[in-house]
């Protein structure tokens, strides 16, 4: 696909004369339907085209202009480019373009046996899985019906005509809508209810294939244009709880030091402002695959704990804390520590709950769950909890707010909180 076919997929004729003279733009908008306006129009003219997050601070928008200020001449490949990171990080933007996007989505078309996608999308446009649930949507010829996520959550369920409809939804917005009486029902509806954007908890899983949802937990990335690998909710219902196995359109093999790589049709063209031809995309996310060629996430690389030379997933101590019942939300980091090397450290919202949460009150109920070296020698509380609308925990952020809230406790003569 050309980006001329793709303007016209999206109801604007570009012009044959349009040149790649043009200056980029960036595409900052919180409506939808304004976005998809924005978006389309800038498809049909000329110049490179970047999508932004209309909450980004100060920060965030003058790395935005540090990049624009580099911008090349305008690319005939890799004109899209998509933000990944930000927020805390380095921001950077994925370059992709109508084929890496056609890619993916025919990826999509196959590997669930859908001709027309339909979507209801609550994640924002800006970002790769509430912008490729369109994109899927718009060249597939189905629809689109963007919804806002407050609606949903007070119980304003929008009507489903016939057909394949699809959600995208991170494991905390599943968790809200199951404690609405009618959201399962409605649920049950859809073809496929993909999980992503945050590993979801053993318990939340549970519940869902109580409730009979189809779920379909994806795996994928900005850099993938969105799921390289996702499990059918068929096979949920069975038992399964891998990502699943590899779309068409990609080829998933685990390299010597366990990570995940990744060859696609949708990979993307290196990153804004820089452009190169990737073969392969090396990840951070350490996984197997298993006798059934399902694809199993055990976390990412660098985070991973090494406290007393023992290497510690958090991953699992999240969900061994999770299933408590004491936190709604939870994170877990390593701190330094000049004995241990690294400690455990577990970080909750403050606001989350009132008890008083210390080793000894919660290392009863993790005993019989972890190894006495994965469990938590720190709970911190912190005011700003670093999780964004995707679900994704901003790490770097949590280490900083957490080494700086160890520091407090120290200074105030504290322990454990």
Same mark, same amino acid.
């Given at each position: 696909?050309?980006?001329?076919?793709?303007?016209?997929?999206? /109801?604007? #004729?570009?012009?044959?004369?349009?040149? $790649? *003279?043009?200056?980029?733009?960036?595409?900052?908008?919180?409506?939808?339907?304004?976005?998809?306006?924005?978006? #389309?129009?800038?498809?049909? @003219?000329?110049?490179?085209?970047?999508? @932004?997050?209309?909450?980004? /601070?100060? $920060?965030?928008?003058?790395?935005?202009?540090?990049?624009? #200020?580099?911008?090349?001449?305008? #690319? *005939? *490949?890799?004109?899209?480019?998509?933000? *990944? /990171? /930000?927020?805390? @990080?380095?921001?950077?933007?994925?370059?992709h373009d109508a084929q890496t996007i056609a890619a993916a989505v025919a990826g999509f078309q196959k590997h669930f046996a859908v001709e027309r996608v339909q979507t209801v999308g609550v994640l924002p446009l800006h970002h790769v899985s509430g912008f490729m649930a369109w994109m899927r949507c718009a060249i597939s010829g189905g629809v689109y019906q963007p919804w806002d996520w407050k609606k949903l959550e007070d119980g304003n369920l929008p009507d489903l005509p016939r057909g394949d409809w699809f959600i995208s939804l991170v494991p905390t917005q599943l968790s809200r809508l199951l404690k609405q009486p009618r959201a399962a029902e409605w649920l049950r509806r859809f073809r496929a209810v993909f999980l992503g954007g945050a590993p979801a908890w053993p318990d939340l899983l549970d519940a869902a294939a109580d409730a009979y949802l189809p779920i379909s937990l994806s795996y994928g990335m900005t850099e993938t244009a969105a799921m390289v690998a996702a499990l059918r909710p068929d096979e949920f219902l069975q038992g399964h709880r891998s990502v699943g196995t590899p779309l068409p359109h990609a080829k998933l093999e685990i390299m010597s030091t366990g990570v995940v790589a990744v060859r696609a049709g949708s990979l993307c063209h290196g990153y804004y402002p820089e452009q190169c031809a990737l073969a392969t995309w090396q990840t951070e996310d350490l996984g197997h695959f298993d006798a059934t060629g399902h694809l199993h996430i055990e976390g990412r690389r660098d985070a991973i704990i090494i406290t007393g030379g023992k290497k510690v997933s958090p991953t699992e101590v999240e969900n061994a804390l999770r299933s408590t019942g004491v936190f709604t939300d939870v994170a877990v980091i390593g701190l330094p520590d000049p004995e241990w090397g690294e400690i455990v450290v577990a970080c909750y919202p403050r606001q989350a709950t009132d008890r008083a949460i210390t080793p000894a009150a919660i290392g009863a109920q993790l005993g019989p769950l972890l190894a006495h070296y994965k469990c938590p020698k720190l709970y911190l509380p912190l005011a700003n909890w670093p999780r964004n609308a995707q679900g994704k925990l901003q790490r770097p952020a949590l280490v900083t707010a957490a080494q700086l809230q160890r520091a407090a406790l120290a200074g105030a003569g504290g322990g454990a909180a």
């Open positions: 696909m050309e980006r001329a076919e793709l303007a016209q997929i999206l /109801g604007r #004729a570009r012009p044959a004369s349009s040149a $790649h *003279t043009s200056p980029p733009r960036c595409i900052i908008e919180s409506e939808p339907r304004a976005f998809m306006d924005a978006f #389309a129009e800038a498809v049909a @003219g000329a110049g490179d085209i970047l999508l @932004g997050d209309p909450r980004w /601070g100060a $920060h965030e928008r003058e790395q935005l202009a540090a990049i624009l #200020a580099k911008a090349p001449p305008a #690319a *005939t *490949t890799g004109w899209l480019a998509l933000p *990944t /990171g /930000g927020s805390s @990080g380095q921001l950077k933007f994925a370059r």
